[in-house]
């Protein structure tokens, strides 16, 4: 049972555009939310991450949104470019426990030209 | 930022042989060291977890015999696949995570197994 559900599958956006990913949980435990962006053939990388107690966080292009009471929280890529297009990840951690991160099924961004 | 450097990047065997992948962190130790699989378009699969100088606790479904996992150092753990067979054909990633860090988790840059 996956615990962290992610969607869309796959996402096909024009360069300037917004990539929009979401991530739902069940698990009120979960104390982290990092984003992961993978290329093909290589490992995933953190892009960023946010906590419960904000309801947003932005880097450069990047954002995310945070919703506790829903218990969802979403990836923004705004001006998509090319060089975004990559498999990214949403996972979920309880911090104290030392667990397991818990990963969402991935969305492959492509951003056309 | 932490780097975690994973050996070989892709390794082609032949059947019934054993593969040995490398996993170092190379400038903090690793408390705890994840061990993924995955396959094309699919999200990544835990094999197992391993503490330094524990053995390894593996998921449901992973065959410990199969997957032999050594941690013995805080700065290395590896993964060895013995007998191996083209179903074992995969993408291998590690991750370690820091004591200092409990909430960051650095990925390798996975090793590609073709068995032939």
């Known amino acids: 049972q996956q615990q962290v559900k992610q969607s869309p599958q796959s996402l096909i956006v024009q360069k300037g555009g917004i990539s929009i990913i979401n991530c739902a949980y069940e698990?009120?435990?979960?104390?982290?939310f990092p984003w992961y962006q993978q290329f093909p053939g290589k490992g995933p990388a953190l892009l960023i991450a946010i906590r419960p107690d904000v309801s947003e966080k932005k880097e450069g292009r990047f954002t995310i949104s945070f919703n506790k009471s829903a218990k969802q929280f979403s990836l923004h890529i705004m001006d998509s470019q090319p060089g975004d297009s990559a498999t990214y990840f949403c996972?979920?951690?309880?911090?104290?426990?030392?667990?397991?991160?818990?990963f969402g099924a991935g969305t492959q961004v492509v951003v056309t030209p | 930022g932490a780097v975690v450097s994973q050996h070989p990047s892709w390794v082609i065997c032949k059947s019934g042989t054993s593969v040995k992948i490398e996993c170092r962190s190379l400038?903090?130790?690793?408390?705890?060291m994840f061990w993924y699989r995955q396959f094309p378009k699919q999200s990544l699969m835990l094999m197992a977890t391993?503490?330094?100088?524990?053995?390894?606790?593996?998921e449901q479904g992973v065959e410990k015999d199969k997957f032999l996992i050594n941690h013995a150092s805080l700065t290395l753990s590896t993964l060895t696949v013995t007998s191996a067979h083209p179903e074992d054909s995969s993408f291998y990633i590690c991750?370690?995570?820091?004591?200092?860090?409990?909430?960051?988790?650095?990925f390798g840059s996975g090793t590609q197994l073709s068995v032939l």
């Open positions: 991750s370690a995570r820091a004591r200092s860090t409990n909430e960051k988790l650095f």
């Open positions: 400038d903090f130790q690793a408390t705890t």
């Open positions: 391993s503490n330094e100088g524990s053995k390894a606790t593996y």
């Open positions: 996972a979920a951690y309880t911090t104290d426990s030392w667990g397991k991160f818990q």
């Open positions: 698990n009120t435990a979960f104390d982290y």
